[in-house]
């Protein structure tokens, strides 16, 4: 790339930016932007660990029903852990929501519910990785930090047909996006690289055509832009198998039992189980057991097959509690529970003809 080109992609891409940026709730619109008004970092905080989990549609009503309950990080932090955690449920990875409260608590304790301004002092806080810190720093504060998720690493690679498959690349491509990182509006300049990616420079068939930067892009003009970046091959995951119980007691009350704080779905409520966490455990009552079919659910390590047995009974059981509604809404139990619960629900249902 010849001398003077970092700075002509830099103008073009802030050029297109100003034009087509995304709207985003946690983002500021194309006035304030000119006014040099920033976003405040709790927003933008909240939006990027949210978007560590899923995409920016799926964000969206997250997003939106966190900022009612808690608009500021001094609510939060006020926050009840379950209501956090519940409200959480189908964004998966419960460390992070966790993460997210503790960071929350440590703004307020340590730092007056300011949240730190530069890259160092994010990275001081719970749950805030290098990427997160950049990203913190960069948007809310137009701090010259260099911000590398998959969508900018796409573009990185391309533009400088990088053939190194990843993650043996990242370096390389950091490196390079460093160069591209102005001085000038870094933040704005982090956001144009995130929604190019995001938009027009995508995984399988970029829309070179109308792309802001095509004249200065080395895989296009090498044809090879579709197949970078190359990845070095993924290990398949694995499947595990196990089991949950669910008894239901005449009264319509479902066992569950709290999951120990660290773990697979850690302080989450659940059904007893067996096998699927790596832990073992027997029946929690003694009952006849039926089955109800089985549930399937991906976590980030590993697919998981899980038996899912039912009993309507009375017994006292040797772990967990029985809690009906209004203590046990279904919309408190993580994505995996729930789907063993509408699954336990609707066999115990045809068992007993259809009431419930
Ligand atoms: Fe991506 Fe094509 Fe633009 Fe290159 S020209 S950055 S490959 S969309």
């Not at 055509?209 to 044809?223: L, W, Y």
């Not at 119980?245 to 120990?260: I, K, M, S």
């Not at 991906?298 to 697919?303: A, K, L, N, P, V």
Request: charged share 20%.
């Amino acid at each position: 790339m010849r001398d003077g080109q970092v700075t002509e992609i830099g103008a073009a891409l802030l050029g297109w930016y100003d034009a087509q940026a995304r709207v985003m709730p946690w983002r500021t619109g194309p006035a304030e932007r000119a006014a040099g008004v920033r976003p405040d970092p709790y927003r933008v905080w909240l939006s990027e660990v949210m978007l560590q989990q899923t995409t920016v549609a799926a964000v969206r009503a997250y997003f939106h029903r966190f900022t009612e309950l808690w608009p500021t990080v001094a609510d939060l932090a006020a926050a009840e852990d379950g209501a956090v955690m519940a409200e959480w449920a189908g964004l998966g990875y419960y460390a992070r929501a966790r993460n997210l409260l503790a960071c929350a608590r440590a703004v307020v304790r340590d730092h007056g519910g300011v949240f730190p301004a530069s890259r160092e002092g994010l990275l001081t806080l719970p749950g805030i990785g290098p990427y997160t810190a950049a990203a913190i720093s960069a948007i809310a504060h137009d701090a010259p930090e260099v911000v590398l998720d998959g969508n900018v690493e796409r573009v990185v690679a391309r533009l400088f047909a990088v053939e190194t498959p990843l993650p043996a690349a990242k370096p390389e491509l950091y490196r390079l996006a460093g160069l591209l990182t102005p001085q000038r509006r870094p933040g704005d300049h982090a956001q144009a690289m995130m929604d190019l990616g995001a938009t027009i420079c995508t995984p399988r068939s970029p829309a070179c055509g109308i792309c802001p930067v095509m004249n200065f892009c080395a895989a296009r003009r090498a044809g090879i832009a579709a197949d970078l970046p190359r990845k070095t091959p993924k290990a398949a995951k694995p499947t595990r198998t196990g089991t949950v119980w669910v008894a239901r007691r005449p009264d319509g009350a479902l066992l569950v039992e709290r999951r120990p704080e660290r773990g697979l779905l850690g302080g989450m409520l659940g059904f007893p189980g067996d096998g699927w966490d790596g832990s073992a455990g027997a029946a929690p009552l003694d009952a006849g057991w039926r089955p109800a079919g089985e549930v399937r659910h991906t976590f980030t390590h590993f697919h998981l097959i899980l038996q899912v047995l039912v009993a309507e009974t009375a017994a006292a059981p040797r772990r967990g509690a029985y809690l009906a509604m209004p203590d046990l809404h279904p919309t408190d139990l993580p994505t995996l529970m729930r789907k063993a619960h509408d699954l336990a629900l609707a066999a115990l249902a045809d068992a007993s003809g259809g009431s419930i």
